[in-house]
């Protein structure tokens, strides 16, 4: 992943700061504030994603969009090796079910397949989602099949006006110990609740579908590109909707990277499944 998705610019000053316009106005012109650093702005520095930084992070996943949203916190080096899992799970499991269980798999596909990599060796971590729809009714949504399925799904979405998308995320981490299953697994599942615009026309739904935009995401729209011009509100959190939320994968992330001594004494295998 290029280091061209991180800011490039040096970051604006503080007022207080040298150089800041407030001291070029100011009369005395002396201030004890340290002069901010050229260069693009410093990377999150936290020991979790300082380490991970030297390490090989896996994400089994091909969205161009997860991987730019893992680069806003510094993690750019990503090595992309998407699940082949077939996504098949019935949808008679309940949307938290099959979203949780879906990313899951995801995971394990890709552990299976490269935690015996000679080339590039084992991963530090192995980073995972799913992201559905889930309509007003209770529908699964995944994405849409062609342009009149995509143009009916658009529209029930508008009709029933609030839907959920729901991501589920899982971090796994391969021990370094041979106890069963030979790694550590943290999950979690984010929902946001939007809104359609009940007054989106069949003619705007039409145009923004013979964009392409939204024909590989699930629910058919893009919520950071065209797509938005569908959309009243959201609540919750908006990269979720992009795929991934931001926060709660840092979380997991630095959960699953705690020393494995921390967890001696405990199950250090349990999966959590907290919904917010």
């Not at 002069?35 to 994400?59: F, K």
């Not at 080096?77 to 879906?102: M, Q, R």
């Not at 998308?165 to 943290?186: D, F, N």
């Amino acid at each position: 992943m290029s280091k061209s998705l991180l800011p490039s610019e040096p970051p604006p000053p503080y007022e207080d700061e040298p150089g800041s316009n407030a001291q070029k106005t100011s009369a005395s012109g002396t201030s004890g504030a340290r002069r901010a650093p050229p260069g693009p702005p410093p990377l999150l520095n936290l020991p979790a994603l300082n380490t991970l930084r030297r390490e090989r992070v896996v994400l089994a996943s091909a969205s161009p969009r997860r991987r730019q949203l893992l680069a806003q916190i510094g993690l750019t080096n990503i090595d992309v090796c998407p699940s082949k899992f077939a996504e098949d799970l019935p949808h008679e499991l309940g949307a938290l079910n099959y979203v949780l269980e879906t990313a899951s798999a995801k995971a394990q596909e890709v552990y299976r397949r490269e935690i015996d990599n000679t080339e590039r060796g084992e991963p530090a971590i192995i980073i995972s989602a799913d992201t559905i729809i889930v309509s007003h009714a209770g529908r699964i949504l995944e994405k849409p099949r062609g342009e009149q399925d995509h143009i009916n799904m658009l529209k029930m979405l508008r009709d029933q006006v609030e839907h959920k998308v729901m991501t589920a995320v899982v971090v796994m981490k391969p021990l370094e110990s041979a106890v069963e299953p030979g790694y550590r697994m943290e999950t979690h599942v984010e929902e946001t609740t939007v809104k359609f615009d009940a007054h989106v026309t069949d003619e705007l739904i039409l145009a923004y579908v013979r964009t392409r935009d939204g024909n590989d995401k699930a629910g058919g729209y893009g919520i950071q590109t065209a797509g938005s011009i569908l959309i009243e509100k959201i609540e919750g959190a908006y990269d979720n909707v992009v795929g991934l939320p931001l926060r709660s994968t840092l979380r997991l992330i630095e959960k699953v990277m705690e020393p494995e001594e921390d967890e001696l004494g405990g199950d250090m295998f349990v999966e959590e499944e907290d919904e917010e």
